[in-house]
């Protein structure tokens, strides 16, 4: 029953450096989502997977990229860190079909707390 | 504008008493509404979600819905200090199952 699992959970990169956040659900859930969460400013979304094979950019994509491995992997890539990007990152999943009337709540991982200085 | 405007509070209630948290939304095209409970360096946990106008009672919880004025509202009766977290009211757009988040409110519930 681990449900969403993110790795890591802490991470210190320096301007410039590069990561992967791995991001893995167990639910057979077909939605899979990236956000971040900065004091006062709420949950943002990055970016979004409808389905395994489909991506599309969120609120605030700029410096990030994703990857829907397959329908249970989603991560979400730092290709040149910047310290604008300390925050921490939530990945959820959800069973909703795209399109359909009935939304369904998300179900999150523990958050990866990133610092980049 | 925000799409979804919270007061971050915080907001304080003595125990036993309700604590009413609201939210508003600039889009009237949301569809549906849900709120999350979130402890202080936890994840969010989905609370309840409410699609209609009017009330949807889930325990000691009570999400009430007026798209007209654009407003959600979350009633915890019997508050409890172990609800003390922040909450999230989240709107979701056109049936994309993509949600915004509001900042959220932080509740207090004193013993």
């Known amino acids: 029953n681990a449900g969403v699992t993110q790795t890591p959970k802490f991470q210190v990169l320096k301007t410039g450096q590069s990561m992967t956040l791995q991001c893995a659900q167990d639910?057979?859930?077909?939605?899979m989502y990236w956000y971040r969460q900065d004091p006062g400013m709420g949950l943002r979304l990055i970016y979004y997977s409808a389905s395994e094979g489909t991506t599309d950019k969120g609120e605030v994509p700029n410096g990030y990229n994703v990857s829907r491995l397959n329908k249970r992997e989603f991560s979400l890539r730092l290709e040149s860190a910047a310290p604008s990007q300390t925050s921490v990152y939530f990945c959820?999943?959800?069973?909703?079909?795209?399109?359909?009337?009935?939304?369904?709540?998300?179900?999150f991982g523990s958050g990866t707390r990133l610092t980049v200085v | 504008q925000k799409e979804v405007e919270q007061n971050s509070g915080p907001l304080s209630v003595p125990e036993g008493a309700i604590a009413s948290l609201n939210c508003t939304y600039s889009?009237?095209?949301?569809?549906?509404f849900f709120w999350y409970r979130q402890y202080s360096g936890k994840s969010p946990e989905l609370i309840m979600f409410i699609y209609s106008n009017g009330d949807k009672e889930d325990g000691r919880f009570t999400a009430q819905l007026n798209k007209a004025s654009q407003y959600v509202s979350l009633l915890i009766r019997d508050s409890q200090p172990s609800d003390s977290a922040t909450y999230l009211c989240?709107?979701?757009?056109?049936?994309?199952?993509?949600?915004?988040f509001g900042s959220g409110t932080k509740l207090n519930v004193k013993p």
């Open positions: 989240a709107v979701e757009l056109y049936n994309f199952n993509k949600f915004y």
């Open positions: 959820a999943s959800s069973e909703a079909l795209v399109g359909t009337l009935q939304a369904y709540g998300y179900t």
């Open positions: 889009d009237r095209g949301s569809q549906s």
């Open positions: 639910m057979n859930h077909n939605s």
